[in-house]
């Protein structure tokens, strides 16, 4: 039952011989990939600035300290993909880095991940432009809120 359900909603799985004509170019993948860490650094700014806003003032001196930690993260995140492209020169998405490393649940669980990820990019994407679509044309507003609700 859990099979036909996922073949419904996924579909079918591709034959191994047609994989090779599913990859991206590398600047159609550029391009489709960056887009995640993109709109991060564009939305998050903007976000913890509102967070801290909203807690008035004073709190506004605690945006270097987040800018630190986010600035640490990034570094970590720098190394590790340092780390894995040395170790699959080839090509080593996070399924494949996950499942080798640590098993191939833990390579699903990573796989899925990315996958959430990209879709919620693509959703706060959306959202943004939405916003700043009515905050530039205000009488727009009701008709964008009317559509954003389905």
């Not at 700014?45 to 930690?69: H, Q, R, Y």
């Not at 986010?70 to 340092?82: D, E, G």
């Not at 693509?122 to 559509?147: E, K, Q």
């Amino acid at each position: 039952m859990i099979r036909k359900i996922k073949r419904l909603i996924i579909g079918e799985p591709l034959p191994n011989w047609e994989y090779k004509h599913q990859k991206l170019s590398k600047k159609v993948a550029l391009a489709v990939f960056s887009s995640d860490s993109l709109s991060s650094v564009a939305y998050a700014t903007e976000e913890i600035l509102l967070i801290l806003i909203t807690a008035g003032i004073p709190a506004l001196i605690n945006s270097l300290p987040i800018s630190l930690v986010i600035l640490f993260l990034l570094w970590i995140l720098v190394i590790s993909y340092k780390q894995t492209i040395e170790a699959y020169p080839n090509g080593g998405g996070a399924y494949i880095v996950a499942k080798e490393n640590i098993g191939e649940i833990p390579g699903l669980i990573a796989a899925s991940a990315l996958l959430l990820d990209y879709v919620l990019t693509a959703s706060v994407s959306i959202a943004a432009g939405v916003a700043a679509v009515t905050s530039a044309f205000p009488a727009r507003h009701s008709l964008c809120s009317y559509l954003t609700k389905y």
